[in-house]
């Protein structure tokens, strides 16, 4: 099936160790997002590629980073985490100008700092 | 500034009843509208949009109204399982953005049996 896959499920990292979570696809959409979503708020976008073109938002902390090395890969590095960096990272997934069914998401990686 | 607002953070409902969940927005400029539903330990998924030249959709049990005039719009879900007991998000996109969503807060619908 394709899908949209995310890894680890569950994250725990130290405080100030940098951290990169993933996130795959295999629906070959062109477009990538990284979400983070903290309890009981919108989830809320820290940036997204446009095939290969990066488009950060203006309020993405800069400890915040992602890469993505093609189509089906997306990383999404964060620098130095602190503890107000735990949340749920969501990765999604959509086919530009497609807005019939909006994104396709992973399962989310839950990052925990300690 | 929250450009999609769900006021409600959680619905009680009993199973066979309706549900209906709010959503309003601020921008008018806002042209689709659609809703998500989250389990727990997952990512959102799909559920049903609609574009604002309608003012209603439906699929199944699931039914999304839109009041542009109002700015606001709700999901119906008749009958209500306990299956249907999730989070239930609403995003909105304007059209000249591609499909960018905002996201409101979520609404966690809890069905009881």
């Known amino acids: 099936d394709a899908m949209v896959i995310q890894n680890p499920r569950y994250q725990v990292t130290q405080f100030g160790k940098p951290v990169t979570l993933s996130c795959s696809q295999t629906l070959n959409h062109n477009v990538m997002y990284w979400y983070q979503q903290k309890s009981s708020q919108a989830p809320k976008l820290l940036f997204h590629?446009?095939?290969?073109?990066?488009?950060n938002e203006a309020d993405t902390p800069d400890n915040f980073q992602s890469r993505r090395p093609n189509t089906s890969f997306c990383f999404l590095d964060i620098r130095s985490p602190g503890l107000g960096d735990a949340a749920m990272y969501l990765c999604?997934?959509?086919?530009?100008?497609?807005?019939?069914?909006?994104?396709?998401f992973g399962s989310g990686t839950r990052l925990t700092v300690v | 500034d929250q450009q999609v607002k769900q006021n409600s953070p959680s619905l009680s409902v009993q199973e066979g009843r309706i549900s209906i969940l709010n959503c309003d927005y601020t921008n008018s400029m806002f042209d689709y509208f659609l809703w998500y539903k989250k389990y727990p330990a997952e990512g959102p998924t799909f559920l049903i949009s609609?574009?604002?030249?309608?003012d209603k959709n439906e699929d199944g049990r699931f039914t999304v109204f839109l009041n542009k005039s109002a700015k606001h719009l709700s999901l119906h879900i008749v009958p209500s399982q306990p299956g249907d007991s999730a989070v239930y998000f609403c995003a909105a996109s304007f059209n000249n953005a591609g499909n960018m969503l905002t996201f409101g807060g979520g609404t966690r619908l809890m069905v009881k049996p």
């Open positions: 609609i574009s604002s030249i309608k």
């Open positions: 999604a997934t959509s086919r530009w100008g497609v807005s019939n069914y909006g994104y396709t």
């Open positions: 590629y446009y095939d290969k073109d990066f488009n």
